[in-house]
């Protein structure tokens, strides 16, 4: 079955303490992106990568890495959680433009 | 700022109905616009896409572009309860911008 797969589907952690979130795709797809989904503010994109080894910033980058090592794989990296960066982060890919985005199922994060 | 702009409701109409959701958009260099579907607690699902003005339909979905008043929308018709979800609006210049949503609520 074709599917974005996110894990962990939520995730509580203190101040500080580093986390990743992982995002896996099937699909063959070269483009990859994670956004995060506030109440109010909709779908923000934070980073998405074109192909392997090609990363950029989206609209809210602070506080977020990323790595594309390898093309099925986009993780997302918290370096020093805070409690601002509580939300609903979505991984999503398609084909190599954005026509037909394909979303994980959710990690709902809460930063104490 | 580049922006997508819908109402976010919620929008209530009685089963049978046509539901009408919104959307405007700030950046005339948009080229194509996409209507996601949100049930609560899942993740967003693409149902229409539309390049040219006019409308285009599928089933029944209609959307509605019209680029010289930036305005996109899109019409349900026959509304279900299970058409209760969150709509996303979304515009692509360049990059996707998501509007903020607006949440549909069909009443048996």
């Known amino acids: 079955e074709a599917q974005v797969t996110q894990n962990p589907r939520y995730l509580i952690t203190v101040t500080g303490k580093k986390l990743t979130v992982t995002c896996s795709q099937n699909?063959?797809?070269?483009?990859m992106s994670w956004y995060r989904q506030d109440p109010g503010l909709g779908l923000r994109q934070i980073y998405y990568s074109m192909n392997v080894e090609v990363t950029d910033k989206g609209d809210v980058p602070e506080g977020y890495k990323v790595s594309r090592k390898e093309k099925r794989n986009f993780p997302l990296i918290l370096e020093s959680p805070s409690p601002n960066q509580t939300s609903l982060y979505f991984c999503?890919?398609?084909?190599?433009?954005?026509?037909?985005?394909?979303f994980g199922s959710g990690t709902q994060l809460s930063v104490l | 700022q580049k922006e997508v702009e819908q109402n976010s409701g919620p929008l209530s109409v009685p089963e049978g109905a046509i539901a009408s959701l919104n959307c405007t958009y700030s950046d005339r260099g948009s080229q194509s616009f996409f209507w996601y579907r949100q049930y609560s607690g899942k993740s967003p699902e693409l149902i229409m896409f539309?390049?040219?003005?006019g409308d285009k339909e599928d089933g029944r979905f209609t959307a509605q572009l019209n680029k010289a008043s930036q305005y996109v929308s899109l019409l349900i018709r026959d509304s279900q309860p299970s058409d209760s979800a969150t709509y996303l609006c979304?515009?692509?210049?360049?990059?996707?911008?998501f509007g903020q949503g607006t949440e549909l609520s069909v009443k048996p």
């Open positions: 699909m063959n797809h070269e483009y």
């Open positions: 979304a515009g692509q210049g360049g990059k996707l911008i």
């Open positions: 539309i390049y040219s003005n």
């Open positions: 999503a890919s398609s084909t190599g433009g954005i026509e037909k985005l394909f």
